[in-house]
């Protein structure tokens, strides 16, 4: 059975730092990974997904994330944090072998200050 | 249509009534999941429909829950006898049986019970 693990319920940042929020996932087979964004009163929305091409995975609003196997990680990283990034964030594990049903990580929610 | 689309949006209801949530996945899109986020949570699964196949209703919380999907068409969630715990937002999310693309989750419908 697959399972996602983001390491810090809360992450605050100043506006214009590195943004990093941590996901470690285990997977009896090759996993396919994904991040979500939940802002305030809204829906979950695809940041990025690895689906086994490259390694390092470019998303939307500037967001990247890297698997790195070795690791059982997919780390999501923003090299400058905007205000606007402040919002709920979800990292989640596809199960092949269950119709593509997708495993979330508790969330991380990031703070930004000005 | 071109997204989830969840119904209602917001729903006030007196302990003890039952409620009914709508979902309208994306057509052309198999399988139909059904989360629970309460205040400040992650995500809970609480049932999967993919295709004619029968339902994963392993996350289901009680007998008083229960969700209907016909074919690939609207699915709709009902709560019966509703307590105050089931105040939460209720996630519908769709996605298309081939490949790994990830869910398309609606805005949710928040559910409050008074």
């Known amino acids: 059975a697959q399972s996602v693990t983001q390491l810090g319920s809360h992450v605050s940042v100043s506006e214009g730092a590195l943004v990093l929020l941590r996901c470690n996932y285990s997977?009896?087979?090759?996993?396919?990974l994904f991040w979500y964004v939940q802002y305030p009163n809204q829906g979950l929305q695809l940041l990025l997904k690895y689906t086994s091409a490259a390694t390092l995975v470019k998303g939307i609003n500037g967001f990247e994330a890297e698997f790195k196997k070795s690791e059982t990680s997919f780390h999501l990283t923003k090299p400058s944090a905007h205000m606007s990034d402040a919002a709920e964030y979800f990292c989640a594990v596809s199960d092949l072998n269950a119709g593509n049903m997708l495993t979330f990580g508790g969330g991380t929610r990031l703070m930004v200050k000005p | 249509g071109a997204g989830v689309s969840q119904s209602p949006s917001n729903k006030v209801t007196e302990k003890g009534k039952d409620v009914e949530l709508r979902c309208d996945p994306i057509?052309?899109?198999?399988?139909l999941y059904w989360y629970r986020q309460r205040l400040g949570q992650g995500l809970e699964f609480l049932i999967y429909f993919q295709g004619n196949s029968a339902p994963d209703k392993s996350g289901l919380p009680s007998d008083r829950f229960s969700a209907e999907r016909t074919g690939e068409s609207v699915s709709t969630l009902t709560i019966q006898r509703t307590q105050q715990e089931d105040s939460a937002v209720y996630l519908c999310?769709?996605?298309?049986?081939?490949?790994?693309?990830?869910?398309?989750f609606g805005s949710g419908t928040r559910l409050t019970v008074v």
């Open positions: 999310a769709s996605s298309s049986r081939q490949g790994a693309k990830g869910y398309t």
């Open positions: 057509s052309g899109h198999t399988a």
């Open positions: 997977s009896s087979v090759p996993p396919y």
